[in-house]
């Protein structure tokens, strides 16, 4: 998706940028996201002449199957930036056949000309969280190694690259810095990004040590580091394991970090994107309380730009919660249905948007094929998406597919060992857990899941069913009682109506819930 090439387009009062993949408009960067900014580089190297659909899908998405939709939202966003008005008569729809640049002269510029078009390139960042992944260092004194640590560090650059919400440097830009030592701060400038990523790669006999660690540029603080210890028997399988797990982990930091340093901007000042960032922690309480106050952050999103499919998905998710957790009510439950179809429609390049929409449809839709189907694309897009897996083992939880449910919820822990939505793998592990038995099992994964969101009754819940079935009733009770303090409404047979529960868990779960004192 990102761009090389290093001459600029100079058209009318704007400068685009493809090395970095900004459009400016004077010195100011617009806000254009990277598939827009595809999009305009092909109409412009085209310019007078058209450009079929196929082309401009091909130049924004890269060969995924899209709907026209979603080329129609990324021109109309193109045209909002260009030229108000006048948009309209820069961009021409030739109906059935694409689009034509018809605007202003395009003059193709070489930026090492002007050392203040230069300046100014390397400064503004774009609106979306940016990655530069710099080549790992081979510490094995064995140029031999280089592939290998090369090869891992292509794969993390496409890993990231197919995370939608990321804005990732390709490795043509990345691998200038070769066998530099670098000062990361400059290389954040230089590539306009806000993260980068630095490994390095140690090999002795059949042990590969891999170390990476992901630093903001702007304050050279690190936003999260690891290191992984395997032997070496299949190379190409460790390439894979570690980009993959590296991917996994990179993705939830970096959406933390967006969160910490949105929060510091003025409220007036927040963008569609900002919108969901500041709504995102509300989201993953799950409880009533935190979801209304993330829904009005995220009806202004929609507001600003109704297509975001990003938004659809997590209101979906507060629409869902609202159902479960504030009476069961018919409103919440055709609302989240409402916002998973309409991210499912805008979102056929967001692994984010079609998880959060696969949930709601299997919950509250109960209609966990059309669920699968959605989670199963956004796995497509970004085998990474450790929510995926997470979100996708609560449904097969509650669908009493224990063994299976199980498979999701570990990858997804694996992938993301310390990610906000843990607390609901081990909820899917604790209730798979019980349905086969292993009592002592689903206690302990109960533990962990109250452990890491103390504040949602349904970890609770869990929790007292397996402490019941143990014979342990007094600590049963107790944990009870935190249920219908954080839930007071509580029923367990509305609970189970409201997600379809499979009847052998229902029964399971239902007898142990009784002998704890929950109401039915």
């Given at each position: 998706m990102t761009m090389g090439g290093d001459h600029h387009y100079q058209f009318g009062p704007f400068r685009l940028d493809p090395a970095a993949g900004i459009l400016y408009r004077g010195a100011e960067p617009t806000m254009l996201g990277q598939r827009a900014i595809a999009l305009l580089r092909l109409l412009l190297d085209r310019?007078?002449?058209?450009?079929?659909?196929?082309?401009?899908?091909?130049?924004?998405?890269?060969?995924?199957?899209?709907s026209d939709n979603n080329l129609t939202v990324q021109i109309a966003a193109l045209r909002r930036v260009l030229a108000g008005s006048d948009a309209e008569s820069w961009i021409e729809t030739l109906p059935r056949r694409g689009y034509r640049y018809v605007g202003p002269a395009v003059v193709t510029n070489v930026p090492g000309a002007s050392p203040t078009a230069r300046a100014a390139s390397a400064l503004p960042l774009p609106e979306k969280p940016s990655?530069?992944?710099?080549?790992?260092?081979?510490?094995?004194?064995?140029?031999?190694?280089?592939?290998?640590?090369?090869?891992?560090?292509?794969?993390?650059?496409?890993?990231l690259a197919r995370i939608n919400w990321l804005f990732v440097i390709a490795r043509n830009s990345t691998f200038t810095y070769k066998g530099r030592a670098v000062d990361v701060k400059q290389v954040g400038r230089e590539l306009g990004v806000r993260y980068v990523l630095e490994g390095s790669v140690?090999?002795?006999d059949s042990n590969v040590r891999v170390t990476a660690q992901l630093i903001d540029a702007e304050s050279g603080a690190h936003v999260w580091a690891e290191r992984y210890d395997r032997t070496a028997e299949d190379?190409?399988?460790?390439?894979?394991?570690?980009?993959?797990?590296?991917?996994?982990?990179?993705?939830?930091?970096?959406?933390?970090?967006?969160?910490?340093?949105?929060?510091?901007?003025?409220?007036?000042?927040?963008?569609?994107?900002?919108l969901v960032l500041?709504?995102?922690?509300?989201?993953?309480?799950?409880?009533?309380?935190?979801?209304?106050?993330a829904l009005t952050f995220l009806e202004r999103a929609i507001a600003l730009e109704p297509a975001y499919a990003l938004a659809h998905g997590n209101a979906a998710m507060c629409h869902h919660c609202l159902f479960l957790r504030a009476g069961l009510q018919e409103i919440n439950r055709a609302a989240s249905i409402r916002h998973a179809r309409l991210a499912?429609?805008?979102?056929?390049?967001?692994?984010?948007?079609?998880?959060?929409?696969?949930?709601?449809?299997?919950?509250?839709g109960h209609d966990r094929i059309a669920a699968f189907t959605a989670l199963e694309a956004a796995l497509a897009i970004s085998p990474s998406s450790a929510l995926t897996y997470i979100l996708g083992s609560v449904i097969l939880g509650w669908g009493g597919e224990a063994e299976r449910a199980m498979e999701w919820s570990e990858q997804g822990m694996r992938l993301s060992p310390f990610d906000s939505w843990g607390w609901a793998a081990y909820d899917a592990q604790a209730m798979s857990h019980l349905l086969r038995g292993r009592y002592e099992e689903a206690s302990r994964a109960a533990?962990?899941?109250?452990q890491a969101n103390p504040a949602h009754s349904i970890t609770y819940v869990q929790l007292a069913a397996a402490l019941a079935k143990l014979g342990r009733l007094d600590e049963a009770r107790a944990a009870a009682a935190r249920v219908l303090e954080l839930h007071p409404s509580f029923r367990y047979s509305l609970q189970f109506a409201g997600v379809n529960c499979a009847p052998a868990l229902a029964e399971a779960l239902g007898s142990a819930l009784r002998a704890a004192g929950l109401p039915e």
């Amino acid at each position: 998706m990102t761009m090389g090439g290093d001459h600029h387009y100079q058209f009318g009062p704007f400068r685009l940028d493809p090395a970095a993949g900004i459009l400016y408009r004077g010195a100011e960067p617009t806000m254009l996201g990277q598939r827009a900014i595809a999009l305009l580089r092909l109409l412009l190297d085209r310019a007078r002449t058209p450009v079929s659909k196929d082309a401009l899908v091909e130049a924004g998405w890269g060969g995924l199957a899209v709907s026209d939709n979603n080329l129609t939202v990324q021109i109309a966003a193109l045209r909002r930036v260009l030229a108000g008005s006048d948009a309209e008569s820069w961009i021409e729809t030739l109906p059935r056949r694409g689009y034509r640049y018809v605007g202003p002269a395009v003059v193709t510029n070489v930026p090492g000309a002007s050392p203040t078009a230069r300046a100014a390139s390397a400064l503004p960042l774009p609106e979306k969280p940016s990655v530069a992944v710099l080549p790992f260092s081979n510490l094995s004194g064995d140029p031999q190694q280089d592939y290998f640590a090369d090869g891992m560090v292509d794969d993390i650059i496409t890993g990231l690259a197919r995370i939608n919400w990321l804005f990732v440097i390709a490795r043509n830009s990345t691998f200038t810095y070769k066998g530099r030592a670098v000062d990361v701060k400059q290389v954040g400038r230089e590539l306009g990004v806000r993260y980068v990523l630095e490994g390095s790669v140690r090999k002795s006999d059949s042990n590969v040590r891999v170390t990476a660690q992901l630093i903001d540029a702007e304050s050279g603080a690190h936003v999260w580091a690891e290191r992984y210890d395997r032997t070496a028997e299949d190379i190409f399988a460790l390439q894979d394991e570690v980009a993959l797990s590296a991917v996994g982990a990179i993705a939830p930091s970096v959406r933390k970090a967006e969160i910490g340093r949105v929060k510091r901007k003025r409220p007036d000042s927040l963008d569609a994107y900002d919108l969901v960032l500041r709504a995102q922690p509300e989201v993953d309480s799950g409880m009533p309380e935190q979801v209304r106050s993330a829904l009005t952050f995220l009806e202004r999103a929609i507001a600003l730009e109704p297509a975001y499919a990003l938004a659809h998905g997590n209101a979906a998710m507060c629409h869902h919660c609202l159902f479960l957790r504030a009476g069961l009510q018919e409103i919440n439950r055709a609302a989240s249905i409402r916002h998973a179809r309409l991210a499912v429609t805008h979102g056929q390049d967001d692994a984010l948007a079609l998880t959060w929409a696969g949930f709601s449809i299997g919950m509250d839709g109960h209609d966990r094929i059309a669920a699968f189907t959605a989670l199963e694309a956004a796995l497509a897009i970004s085998p990474s998406s450790a929510l995926t897996y997470i979100l996708g083992s609560v449904i097969l939880g509650w669908g009493g597919e224990a063994e299976r449910a199980m498979e999701w919820s570990e990858q997804g822990m694996r992938l993301s060992p310390f990610d906000s939505w843990g607390w609901a793998a081990y909820d899917a592990q604790a209730m798979s857990h019980l349905l086969r038995g292993r009592y002592e099992e689903a206690s302990r994964a109960a533990y962990k899941s109250v452990q890491a969101n103390p504040a949602h009754s349904i970890t609770y819940v869990q929790l007292a069913a397996a402490l019941a079935k143990l014979g342990r009733l007094d600590e049963a009770r107790a944990a009870a009682a935190r249920v219908l303090e954080l839930h007071p409404s509580f029923r367990y047979s509305l609970q189970f109506a409201g997600v379809n529960c499979a009847p052998a868990l229902a029964e399971a779960l239902g007898s142990a819930l009784r002998a704890a004192g929950l109401p039915e």
